[in-house]
């Protein structure tokens, strides 16, 4: 039988086209990628264990009749869909919805401010999670150009009164900002191009993510400092390592809802922190 041919590298031979030997991987090599798989390995078995869970705290809070609200925050890039979609994975999908809505219509600018996010506020027994929300005054509008400046100050005095009116309604709100450093950012950012399964990820505002990183950062800390108070505290999540990020933002999650979720582990504090004690914390 022929032997097959093809443009690659022979084999025994590495893309430079170096010979190499098969039988003598270098054990550190070797010992890296045993390390690394055991990792992943218990990344798994954490996130299954938390997840099954999040199910458990899920009925609950139906049988209850519990109305939930996680808010998602974050610069581009700092892991709010991945966050997400390992949450929702297993849960209901008669009472959770996922909300990231579109540009605002031309009619919708005309509105009070939050009335295009009221209709997706959740009902008795539902669990809603926005992708990024009403908070982008806060951070991409004043940052882009998008509002006035008295716009955006005056967001950050009604949204306080806003969110009181929620949780006074019996929603339990959940406010987390997702930080990440410059150096990660970039490096995600640059992945995002260069992978086509990431495509939809792809904004044409992520260069100015990078470009305008100082007036971002002094966004998020006004908008910390102002909108940070006991019937909605900000929760900020170190992201530069995804998967500890992950982790550690469901167990947030589970023991601040309560019930059987309030037997999940604590979260790391180098990973979870209050905003009421970021400072010299988050990512310059």
């Known amino acids: 039988m022929r032997m097959r041919t093809g443009s690659g590298p022979a084999r025994g031979r590495g893309a430079t086209g170096l010979k190499w030997s098969c039988n003598i991987a270098p ?24 997840q099954i869970l999040l199910v458990e705290t899920q009925h609950w809070t139906i049988e209850q009749g519990r109305k939930t609200l996680i808010i998602f925050e ?53 669990t809603v999670l926005f992708n ?14 998008f509002c006035k400046p008295e716009q955006h100050t005056q967001f950050l005095v009604d949204a306080p009164s806003f969110e009181r009116i929620l949780a006074d309604d019996g929603i339990v709100l959940i406010k987390l900002w997702l930080d990440i450093s410059k150096a990660e950012q970039a490096r995600r950012l640059a992945e995002r191009i260069e992978d086509p399964l990431k495509r939809f990820k792809v904004s044409p505002l992520d260069a100015e993510a990078q470009a305008r990183w ?43 809802v309560g019930g059987p979720g309030a037997e999940a582990d604590a979260p790391d504090p180098d990973v979870v922190f209050p905003a009421s004690k970021a400072k010299d914390r988050l990512a310059p």
């Open 27 to 50: 054990a550190a090599g070797r010992a890296h990628r045993e390390s690394m798989g055991k990792k992943s390995d218990k990344y798994d078995a954490d996130l299954e264990q938390l």
């Open 74 to 126: 974050g610069r581009d890039s700092a892991g709010k869909d991945g966050a997400i979609k390992r949450i929702t994975e297993y849960m209901s999908p008669r009472q959770t919805r996922i909300v990231a809505l579109p540009k605002p219509t031309e009619r919708e600018t005309s509105q009070w401010y939050f009335q295009r996010y009221v209709p997706h506020l959740p009902a008795d027994s539902e």
């Open 132 to 145: 990024r929300s009403w908070y982008n005054r806060a951070g991409v509008e004043p940052v882009m150009g």
């Open 214 to 256: 100082e007036e971002y950062s002094a966004a998020r800390d006004r908008m910390l400092a102002e909108t940070d108070h006991n019937h909605a505290p900000w929760t900020v999540i170190a992201t530069d390592d995804k998967k500890a990020a992950r982790l550690n933002i469901i167990r947030h999650i589970l023991r601040t």
